[in-house]
């Protein structure tokens, strides 16, 4: 018989017990739809992790050091880490070096100084981290009491809500007032005539000239308050509490640590940097990038280890999640399995006529075959559907949640395409393994014995 | 008769069943030949085993000794798909219930031996409403069975057994489940099918009267035994 023949058939024989079929291919739905619920949940807490962790900036971000200053944090020197002593300084030209490597978006340095901060009186000593313009997306500022800088240059400061409670006790009453940094600012100072012989004498003949510090005031309008810390866990560079705007940060040109050993090795002309932040394209891109700055004699760290644990780890949650959601669709298969038995039964006779009219056993079986097909197929549509509805009952639920907590809401769960289309074969691909049993059943009966029953 | 006339030659044909310890023998050594263009009439009682001779010169059993010959083919020595195509392409059968598929229109039951010889859709509507007319169901060609009284749904099982265009009719008491008007004019039928196109049918029937009217055979039956088997006119 013809493929289109047999569908319609199967389909037109589906319909006459259209009760029995229907809580069937309900059966099946619901097995779906328990696969995709879960699956779509682990998925989706996948995809929320690997998006909080990108934009948080860690995955797709390598931090670059001179070898000359980079240790990992509490671990001493070893044979392999010991400074050497001509490697390059981090520089602006460095800087301007590294931003034209291939697949990097953005370099900016690590400006982060320790200084004191005027409040209605009040001096609290503590750290202040320049954000780069790139932070406002990293979702550290999605719960933010104010807003972010207005602008990459505004002369605006966010303030670590622990920090805020030392400066008011009602933390977000800092929000529009203006508070007074008192920072050490690094300044160049040339040869002239009258301190050349000095400078000489001090330096050797042929260093540029000094640095002098100059202490400063700068005040700024706080524009917001924030819970947790966007720099913590970097590289050992987190733990500020007083967040400007990178552009703002740079030109007040705090003196740095390595300030003193630029002065030293004759470029004190140029501010030199702790540590750059080279952000690439997307996290696959930060091995290459992270080769290429190697090569040009900088230490590096990044956290590209970090992301291949994680997705062993979602990669066993979803295996997991799958089997539990399979069971469902297992006891599925065998109300298949029941359901197409008992057709077979009430449809003997059909049988026995479809035989003496010429149907071969593969004709019979294939009947029955394709019924089942149609069951899985229509099951894992509205299985789909419905794991669908699930997962989105599931977001709704956990928003509303969240809310109550005052947290801001997720998405906890996402049915890829993939996962949709796969659902839908596996549904198609269980439901006819269960027919194979009634389906050969069939096309073995007897036509003379089927004509017979009554 | 010539060998170039026999159409179908059972030949010592015998059929057993096992019933637990016993066995049963429903046909026991029945050679029977049937020439080309033939009315014949298994006639017997219930049980004789005229029912289960016409069953394996169908095609639909087999015999456990003996042999059926259909043009020159032993159909014991066919296999399951070689046997399916006889009865799709050389026979057409008609039963005493009818065995009209109750949710399908008689138009579609119909088709069915069509659908299952793969015929072109435009053929099948075509080849489907010739023999829907032929036994006078052209207007109730979108009717069910249930639709239809007992005399028209034999008719259209008779259109469904004639559609493929076979060369032999089976029909097995074919006016079984009718009264005798109307089974007679069934018979009329079919003799005028049988004159138009030349087929070759066997039918069993244990109505004597009916069989003496219009086969133009008559073989009797009794305890699955060929006991008489004689030319009427």
């Given at each position: ?110 400006i982060r100084f320790v200084t004191d901060v005027r409040y209605a009186g009040k001096t609290e000593s503590t750290a202040v981290l320049g954000l780069p313009d790139s932070s406002r997306s990293s ?122 050993q630029a002065f030293l090795s004759g470029n004190s002309a140029k501010p030199a940097y702790m540590a750059l932040t080279v952000r690439v394209r997307s996290p696959k891109d930060v091995l290459q ?157 007897n036509p003379v014995e089927a004509l017979r029953y009554e | 008769m010539t060998t170039a006339t026999i159409f179908l030659e059972a030949e010592s044909v015998s059929r057993e069943y096992r019933l ?214």
């Open positions: 018989m013809k493929t289109r023949d047999l569908s319609e058939l199967a389909v037109r024989n589906l319909r006459e017990a259209v009760l029995r079929n229907s809580l069937t291919t309900l059966g099946v739905a619901v097995g779906v739809a328990s696969l995709v619920a879960m699956l779509s949940l682990g998925v989706g807490l996948q995809a929320l992790a690997s998006q909080r962790l990108t934009r948080s900036g860690l995955f797709d971000a390598v931090f670059v050091t001179s070898q000359r200053n980079f240790r990992g944090p509490g671990r001493p020197p070893s044979a392999e880490s010991k400074p050497k002593q001509n490697s390059r300084i981090l520089d602006e030209d460095v800087r301007q070096q590294l931003s034209k490597l291939s697949n990097v978006t953005e370099v900016y340095p690590q979702g550290a500022f999605d719960g933010i009491t104010g807003a972010f800088f207005s602008s990459p240059s505004a002369e605006e400061a966010i303030l670590q809500i622990d920090f805020a409670k030392v400066l008011a006790e009602q933390p977000a009453s800092l929000v529009g007032k203006e508070l007074i940094l008192r920072y050490a600012e690094r300044a160049a100072l040339s040869k002239n005539a009258d301190d050349e012989d000095l400078l000489d004498s001090m330096m050797g003949s042929g260093k540029p000239g000094g640095i002098s510090i100059v202490p400063r005031e700068k005040k700024l309008r706080v524009v917001g308050v924030i819970e947790s810390d966007p720099s913590a866990g970097i590289g050992g560079f987190g733990g500020a509490r007083v967040y400007l705007p990178l552009k703002t940060a740079e030109q007040l040109h705090v003196a740095q640590p390595d300030d003193l990038v992270e080769t290429a700055i190697k090569e040009l004699g900088f230490a590096t760290f990044s956290l590209l280890d970090a992301t291949k644990g994680l997705r062993l780890v979602f990669t066993v949650f979803d295996l997991f999640l799958g089997l539990f959601g399979s069971l469902a669709l297992t006891v599925a298969s065998l109300g298949i399995i029941n359901t197409l038995v008992m057709a077979i039964l009430e449809r003997r006779r059909e049988i026995g006529i479809l035989k003496a009219l010429g149907a071969t056993n593969l004709d019979v079986g294939s009947l029955f075959f394709a019924e089942a097909g149609v069951m899985g197929l229509f099951g894992g549509l509205f299985g789909v559907a419905l794991g669908w509805l699930i997962g989105r009952a599931l977001s709704w639920g956990t928003t509303i949640y969240l809310h109550s907590q005052n947290l801001p809401g997720v998405k906890i769960t996402y049915v890829p395409w993939w996962l949709a289309f796969g659902a839908i074969v596996f549904a198609t691909a269980v439901s006819l393994g269960a027919g194979l049993y009634p389906a050969a059943r069939a096309a073995r009966l | 637990g310890e016993t066995i049963i023998r429903a046909v026991d050594a029945v050679s029977l030949t049937v020439e080309k263009g033939e009315f014949i009439a298994l006639l017997g009682s219930s049980g004789s085993g005229k029912s289960t001779l016409l069953s394996m010169m169908a095609g639909l059993d087999r015999p456990t000794a003996g042999a059926i010959r259909v043009r020159e083919r032993n159909l014991a020595e066919l296999g399951a798909n070689d046997l399916a195509r006889y009865r799709r392409e050389t026979v057409g059968m008609v039963f005493q219930s009818f065995n009209l598929l109750p949710r399908m229109t008689l138009e579609e039951n119909v088709e069915l031996p069509l659908r299952l010889a793969e015929v072109d859709r435009h053929d099948r509507t075509l080849r489907v409403g010739e023999a829907l007319e032929r036994v006078g169901l052209g207007a109730r060609r979108r009717h069910r069975p249930s639709e239809l009284s007992g005399g028209e749904q034999q008719r259209g099982a008779l259109a469904r057994a004639l559609v493929n265009r076979p060369a032999i009719l089976f029909a097995d008491e074919p006016t079984g489940n009718l009264d005798s008007v109307t089974g007679e004019q069934i018979l009329l039928l079919l003799g005028e099918i049988q004159a138009s196109l030349g087929m070759t049918i066997i039918m069993v029937t244990h109505e004597r009267p009916l069989a003496e009217k219009f086969a133009n055979r008559i073989a009797l039956l009794s305890d699955g035994r060929l006991v008489s088997d004689g030319v009427q006119r």
